[in-house]
């Protein structure tokens, strides 16, 4: 089975490279980033999604967003322009699932099938191949594509069809989000109590309100360090993918809606290629404290 895939940034390269890892041939495109490392590892470099698709059974996607994906399958030079009826798109960017099932639609005219396959983990899971992989569309396609999805993801899961995967996804990050304010608050809360953040880290990270939020972000949070990992504007922008479905189903989200207003001001303040756990530096100014090691 050959395999495509367009977009190797922060998450996709490290993907791709598991994809290579797991023997699978691989083609590669990605509009603005370098692609020679990939080339060294044995994958086939082109110079557009088109080109991409027509080399490929499987052509998989990790962009940032939905106009990102639009472009990619079904604009001038795009995956839908090289593909073969029997070609499968699996897009494993996070978008919104009306978008997906938009594409969908439309590869199937081609006679291509389409699989909505989000991801939860960020980088360091991408690069360990133990990514969380929540897939949307027919069962059969999944089953088909599922070897290859299990070299990037530990665990994989079919949970419905087309647009499923991305909402599954949007629950994701409501919990993500509502996780990092809620360690946010509570540290910032201790900081300024006088008790050592990394010593109330070490007390309750094995008790009832440990995450695996808490166990990735308080460590960076503790040594300042908001290099991305999953940046705010990526978040601020599955939140608005979140928000945008929940308006349509008359669903209310209060708590999300006001984590997203926190992130905007942080996106205001110059924030927004910030890591997510930078969601403690709006709640460390509130309180005129810092959540750091003692020095
Ligand atoms: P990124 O911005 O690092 O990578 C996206 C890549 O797509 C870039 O290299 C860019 O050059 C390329 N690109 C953009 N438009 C293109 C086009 N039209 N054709 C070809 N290439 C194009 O983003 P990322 O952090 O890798 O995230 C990708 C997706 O995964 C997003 O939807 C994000 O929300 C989701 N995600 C990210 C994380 C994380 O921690 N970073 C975790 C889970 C899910």
């Known amino acids: 089975m050959k395999i495509g895939f367009i977009g190797l940034g922060i998450m996709g390269r490290a993907m791709a490279r598991n994809v290579i890892k797991g023997g699978y041939p691989l083609a590669v495109y990605d509009k603005f ?12 470099v082109v110079s ?12 998989i996607t990790m962009l940032p967003n939905s106009p990102h994906v639009r472009e990619a399958v079904l604009g001038p030079n795009g995956v839908l322009e090289g593909a073969k009826p029997g070609t499968i798109i699996v897009d494993m960017s996070s978008v919104a ?21 989000p991801v939860s983990g960020g980088e360091p ?9 929540m897939a ?15 070299k990037m993801g530990s665990s994989v899961v079919h949970v419905g069809g087309i647009g499923a995967g991305n909402v599954t996804k949007l629950a994701n990050q409501i919990i993500v989000a509502l996780n990092i304010a ?8 201790a900081a300024k109590a006088g008790v050592a953040p990394d010593a109330v ?6 008790g009832l309100a440990g995450s695996t939020v808490m166990d990735a972000k308080v460590p960076m949070i503790l040594d300042g360090n908001f290099k991305p990992g999953g940046r705010l504007e ?26 997203m207003e926190i992130i905007q001001s942080l996106i205001g303040e110059g924030m927004s290629g910030a890591d997510h756990c930078a969601i403690v530096r709006y709640y460390e100014k509130l309180a005129n404290v810092q959540v750091r090691r003692p020095a």
Do not use: Y
Request: charged fraction near 20%; charge should be negative; aromatic fraction near 2%.
């Open 33 to 44: 980033a370098s692609c020679d490392d990939l080339a060294g590892l044995g994958a086939t």
């Open 48 to 59: 557009s999604s088109r080109e991409v698709a027509a080399l490929s059974d499987v052509v």
């Open 97 to 117: 699932p009306a978008v997906s099932q938009e594409i969908s639609a439309l590869a199937a005219e081609k006679g291509v099938q389409m699989l909505d396959a």
């Open 125 to 133: 899971k991408a690069i360990d191949g133990t990514l969380a992989i």
């Open 136 to 150: 949307g569309g027919d069962a059969e396609v999944f089953a088909r594509v599922r070897p290859v999805l299990e």
């Open 182 to 189: 809620a360690v946010s608050e509570a540290f910032v809360l």
């Open 201 to 206: 880290f070490a007390a309750i990270r094995g």
């Open 234 to 259: 990526l978040h601020t922008k599955d939140l608005q993918n979140v928000l945008e479905t929940s308006h349509r189903l008359n669903v209310a989200l209060p708590l999300t809606a006001a984590v």
